[in-house]
T-cell receptor
Framework: NAGVTQTPKFRVLKTGQSMTLLCAQD?????MYWYRQDPGMGLRLIHY???????AKGEVPDGYNVSRLKKQNFLLGLESAAPSQTSVYFC???????????FGPGTRLTVL | GESVGLHLPTLSVQEGDNSIINCAYS??????FIWYKQESGKGPQFIID?????DKRQGQRVTVLLNKTVKHLSLQIAATQPGDSAVYFC????????????FGKGTMLLVSP
């Protein structure tokens, strides 16, 4: 099993550009999450999904959109990137409530 | 990467020492807790978990202690090795709704040979 994979690993955007980050998991997990990690801030939840076709807002959802069209994929979109969105983005999945989350390797995004 | 560690509390130990990393959690209703390890440039990795009906759980070289009275969690690492150098996060599981995890800011552990 590959576990949780993320594409791309690195990206540099200019302010106002759009992009989509892809997360894929092959563990048949129901729940998927997108976090951002900034120095000294820990992991902050952007959006999450509890199943195919469902999404919900997390702690810091503004400026991001998500879609879960297939159970194994969770996409994070930035419609108009801002420098404040420079961060490392992590995707995670879990089988169900009260269980550990498995994390991907991260995507380092820089917005100039 | 190394930017994760900026402004984090840091614990420096010698190889072979026992390490204790502490975490204060926020929600007295949280029912599940996890410790993660994050090495430079990588995603967090699961170390050990504990449910709220327990006060201690042991793994290989690691022990987690839970004190619900003061909302405190600790991770003990026995015979710390240079490979244990990383940032360690605790996370709490909120039982309401679909129970997302809330993460602490982390502690950097530096192990000297």
């Amino acid at each position: 099993n590959a576990g949780v994979t993320q594409t791309p690993k690195f990206r540099v955007l200019k302010t106002g550009q759009s992009m989509t980050l892809l997360c894929a998991q092959d563990m048949n997990h129901e729940y998927m999450y997108w976090y951002r990690q900034d120095p000294g801030m820990g992991l902050r939840l952007i959006h999450y999904s509890v199943g195919e076709g469902t999404t919900a807002k997390g702690e810091v959802p503004d400026g991001y959109n998500v879609s879960r069209l297939k159970k194994q994929n969770f996409l994070l979109g930035l419609e108009s990137a801002a420098p404040s969105q420079t961060s490392v983005y992590f995707c995670a999945s879990r089988k169900g409530r009260g269980q550990e989350q498995f994390f991907g390797p991260g995507t380092r995004l820089t917005v100039l | 990467g190394e930017s994760v560690g900026l402004h984090l509390p840091t614990l420096s130990v010698q190889e072979g020492d026992n390490s204790i990393i502490n975490c204060a959690y926020s929600n007295s209703a949280s029912d599940y807790f996890i410790w993660y390890k994050q090495e430079s440039g990588k995603g967090p990795q699961f170390i050990i978990d504990i449910r709220s009906n327990m006060d201690k759980r042991q793994g290989q070289r690691v022990t987690v202690l839970l004190n619900k009275t003061v909302k405190h969690l600790s991770l003990q690492i026995a015979a710390t090795q240079p490979g244990d150098s990383a940032v360690y996060f605790c996370a709490e599981n909120h039982p309401s709704g679909y129970s997302t995890l809330t993460f602490g800011k982390g502690t950097m552990l530096l192990v000297s040979p």
